[in-house]
């Protein structure tokens, strides 16, 4: 079986460095962020079985983080590493979404404990969309990669990709343009022209070769938004 893999945000280096190395001994795969920044494009981007997260950080904080993964990734398991004081913040990161929460300063054994509680309760949960398939088409969500049965591949932008997950998750839902700018793009729509989510529709209805006339999976909902579609896959 091979080795789970967990992802560490947090800026305390001794701390992240503790705990990186406590992790790697007990035979688990290790990524590492130091900021809000970069945790926060490790934690939309990658694969991992659960995530370790700091909610004081640089750049987007650990809440800020954690909002914008469980709207894509309502089943990644999360364990956040919080202040003795910072009650609000730990009952908000739950009500998020986060599974549990470590009080600094803690030990190894109780970080470890924890962490094996959580993976062991995901375990049957179901997962997020990762792959799609249909009419001779696959995409890869995490890499992008689209790959067609004559042989033909596209690349799907980041954000590309995180649109079509976004959607992929709610089928038969109709998604409006704010909620697709506040949940993919993470930006207030008063802030940003609703046609953005237009023109990234259209690149990525014309980089899986979808008819907009006739689609086979991705809707305009006249009006109100957009649409993913199950079918036979």
Do not use: C
């Not at 990658?46 to 914008?68: C, F, M, T």
């Not at 179901?126 to 033909?152: I, N, Q, Y």
């Amino acid at each position: 079986m091979a080795a789970r893999s967990i992802l560490v945000v947090e800026d305390d280096a001794a701390i992240r460095r503790g705990v990186v190395d406590a992790l790697k001994i007990h035979g688990y795969r290790v990524m590492e962020a130091a900021d809000g920044r970069e945790g926060m494009d490790l934690a939309l981007r990658r694969d991992y079985d659960l995530l370790l997260l700091d909610l004081v950080l640089p750049g987007p904080g650990g809440l800020e983080i954690l909002e914008a993964l469980k709207a894509g990734r309502p089943a990644q398991p999360v364990i956040i590493l919080t202040a003795m004081g910072d009650e609000a913040d730990r009952v908000k990161g739950l009500g998020l979404g986060a599974d549990d929460y470590v009080v600094k300063p803690f030990s190894v054994r109780e970080l470890l404990a924890r962490v094996e509680a959580v993976l062991r309760r995901s375990a049957d949960r179901p997962m997020e969309r990762t792959r799609l398939a249909w009419s001779g088409v696959e995409v890869e969500l995490d890499s992008g990669r689209v790959t067609f049965s004559d042989g033909r591949e596209e690349t799907l932008s980041g954000r590309e990709a995180e649109l079509l997950r976004y959607l992929a998750l709610r089928p038969e839902q109709i998604v409006g343009r704010d909620e697709l700018l506040l949940r993919v793009w993470r930006v207030s729509p008063n802030r940003v022209d609703t046609r953005t989510v237009d023109v990234h529709m259209a690149r990525l209805r014309a980089k899986l070769h979808e008819d907009p006339d006739a689609p086979q999976r991705l809707f305009t909902v006249r009006g109100k938004g957009y649409m993913y579609r199950e079918g036979g896959e």
